[in-house]
Every structure is written in structure tokens, then in C-alpha cells.
């Protein structure tokens, strides 16, 4: 498995707007998950996109993935205040099943 | 109830002192995993492990030990516990449908070691 390496390290915008993060990995995979960490919390799981996909969404999640440039990104429109956490990816080549984190984005929601 | 909880929450040790931390998953998922998380670190894997007896190392596996009896349990043992080891630790755990890998965490053991 491979370790995901998010980009910004830290990002701070106001309620409202949309955050970007992006994530690079280095091998082919099967497919790359994103998680957010609330504050002392154990990591959620947010949305899964499989290789052969390039976009997917859930409410105000958009997650897309180019495996030319082995890249990922995780768009949340209309930020809110609650969603200030932290944000991990996890890219996957399945089989192993070993889950390896980077460091996370971690997103500031200011009222 | 269902779902994939730690024990303790919280535990203060003294240095040298051994520890275990206990992990226990109701869904009978395969695949267990211990991270440890420090500021500026992000999440580190542990040891993880593939079925009941079946254990590997992950990043920072050294001054742990792990052991795989029951599927529904992976419990951490710290044997010489040492300030190093003060950290959030975070048991996770994921069925074994390699298509839908969805990682399910526990609430989090907060360690320190005095």
C-alpha cells in the first residue's frame, strides 16, 4: 500500500465558501478514499472513488481523481463551521488492504 | 452494540510500566489496524493484521507488540512503556470486499506515559 500526501497542509477560509485539497500518490491504484478527523476523533469515512472513475459526489462533497497525473482532489462547497477538521486521503491498490495516512489538510471553517 | 470500540479512553502509565490497549470489532471484519497520532505526524500505522493470527509490521512498530487471537480483537501491548509512547492511539478496521475498503475507527485511546 501508499502512502497519500495531502496538499494544503492547512487552509482557512470563511463559511461559505468552497475548500479545495488536494492529494498525490506515487503508484496505480485501485481506488482512493478521503476521510475527515474531527478534532480528538477517530476518522470518518467520506467517500470512496474507484480508478476507473474520474468524479464522484455526495451532498456537498465532490471528489475527483486523474490517475494520468496520479492526483486526487476533494472539493466541500458552502463550508460550514462544522467542517472544520481534518482531512486525509488514502489511495488503495486493494489486495493488502493496508491503510497508510499522510498528514491531512487540516480546514479552518471561520464564521 | 455493533460497531468497533477501545478501551481504556483514557490512561496515564509510568514509565517502564507495561500497558495493553484494547480493540474489539462487532462486524467480524478482517482486517485490523493500530496508528498512533502525534502533532505533526499525521496518523502512523502501527501493526496491522489480515485475520485472527495473522500479523505484519507497519511504520513505527518497535516498543509494540500485537496479537491476533479472535478476529473480533487486536489488542496493543506497550512492554517497557516510555514518554515516546504518550500519543492518541486509533484501532481501526475493514471487511474484507477489497471493492468497498471503507475503514470504520474507533473513538481514540489517549496515552500518556509520565
Known amino acids: 500500500s501508499q502512502q497519500g500526501e495531502e496538499d494544503p497542509q492547512a487552509l482557512s477560509i470563511q463559511e461559505g465558501e468552497n475548500a479545495t485539497m488536494n492529494c498525490s500518490y506515487k503508484t496505480s491504484i485501485n481506488n482512493l478514499q478521503w476521510y475527515r478527523q474531527n478534532s480528538g476523533r477517530g476518522l470518518v469515512h467520506l467517500i470512496l472513488i474507484r480508478s476507473n472513475e474520474r468524479e464522484k459526489h455526495s451532498g456537498r462533497l465532490r471528489v475527483t481523481l486523474d490517475t494520468s497525473k496520479k492526483s486526487s482532489s476533494l472539493l466541500i462547497t458552502a463550508s460550514r463551521a462544522a467542517d472544520t477538521a481534518s482531512y486525509f486521503c488514502?489511495?488503495?491498490?486493494?489486495?493488502?488492504?493496508?491503510?497508510?495516512f499522510g498528514k491531512g489538510t487540516k480546514l479552518t471553517v471561520n464564521p | 452494540d455493533a460497531g468497533i470500540t477501545q478501551s481504556p479512553r483514557y490512561k496515564i502509565t509510568e514509565t517502564g510500566r507495561q500497558v495493553t490497549l484494547m480493540c474489539h470489532q462487532t462486524w467480524s471484519h478482517s482486517y485490523m489496524f493500530w496508528y498512533r497520532q502525534d502533532l505533526g505526524h499525521g496518523l502512523r500505522l502501527i501493526y496491522y493484521s489480515a485475520a485472527a493470527d495473522i500479523t505484519d509490521k507497519g511504520e513505527v512498530p518497535d516498543g509494540y507488540v500485537v496479537s491476533r487471537s479472535k478476529t473480533e480483537n487486536f489488542p496493543l501491548t506497550l512492554e517497557s512503556a516510555t514518554r515516546s509512547q504518550t500519543s492518541v492511539y486509533f484501532c481501526?478496521?475493514?471487511?474484507?470486499?477489497?471493492?468497498?475498503?471503507?475503514?470504520?475507527f474507533g473513538q481514540g485511546t489517549r496515552l500518556t506515559v509520565v
Open positions: 488514502a489511495p488503495s491498490q486493494g489486495g493488502s488492504e493496508k491503510l497508510v
Open positions: 481501526a478496521s475493514i471487511g474484507k470486499d477489497s471493492l468497498r475498503s471503507e475503514a470504520f
